[in-house]
């Protein structure tokens, strides 16, 4: 069994910043892709950013810029550096990993998600 377990998530005022952490544990062999979506009320899910073990990073533009994101191998975490934060990055946020199981299996995992509000 895999767990995800995100931390940091609360509510900022717009400019403000946010750093959130979500912590893989359980039966790893290898943590993959790693990545940030997040959920707004009556939208859907959507990327924000992933990182490959190997550092290689993608953002989605409207964060670019803004978020950074990051991880440690060695503690099988990743992270999400939110700056300059708007009214609009409010959501639920989601950490995702893709991992090889000590079973061996391929599975792709979802945190429970933190909650980020932004107010005006």
């Known amino acids: 069994q895999v767990q995800l377990v995100e931390s940091g998530g609360g509510l900022v005022q717009a400019g403000g910043s946010l750093n959130l952490s979500c912590a893989a544990s359980?039966?790893?062999?290898?943590?993959?892709?790693m990545g940030w979506y997040r959920q707004a009320p009556g939208k859907q899910r959507e990327l924000v950013a992933t990182?490959?073990?190997?550092?290689?990073?993608n953002y989605v533009d409207f964060v670019k810029g803004r978020f950074t994101i990051s991880r440690d191998n060695a503690k099988n975490t990743v992270y999400l550096q939110m700056n300059s934060l708007k009214p609009e990055d409010t959501a639920g946020y989601y950490c995702?990993?893709?991992?090889?199981?000590?079973?061996?299996?391929?599975?792709?995992?979802w945190g429970q998600g933190t909650q980020v509000t932004v107010s005006s």
């Open positions: 995702n990993a893709l991992i090889h199981t000590q079973s061996m299996h391929l599975v792709q995992y």
């Open positions: 990182i490959t073990r190997g550092g290689t990073i």
């Open positions: 359980g039966s790893i062999f290898r943590l993959n892709t």
